[in-house]
């Protein structure tokens, strides 16, 4: 169903565009941090913390069915 599809081409679409809105802003984040670092006159190495870094496991779930 050509319906069906595009339904479910959308929500893929949809959960991508979060996906790397959230790997951009993390990629900013560690930019500013090492420029922080820099600034500081501290290496980039031991200054962030890996600690505060949050995996997400994202699943794309179709919730018409």
Same mark, same amino acid.
């Given at each position: 169903?050509a319906?069906?599809?595009r339904?479910?081409t959308e929500?893929? +679409?949809?959960?991508f565009?979060? $996906?790397?809105? +959230?790997?951009?802003?993390?990629a @900013?984040a560690?930019? @500013?941090d090492?420029a ?5 006159g501290a290496?980039?190495?031991g200054?962030s913390s890996d600690?505060?870094?949050e $995996?997400v496991d994202?699943? $794309?779930v179709?919730? @018409?069915?």
């Open positions: 169903d319906e069906e599809i339904a479910r929500t893929l +679409q949809t959960a565009h979060r $996906v790397s809105e +959230q790997m951009y802003e993390r @900013q560690a930019q @500013q090492e922080a670092a820099s600034d500081n290496s980039a190495s200054t600690a505060e870094e $995996v994202a699943e $794309v179709d919730e @018409q069915k």
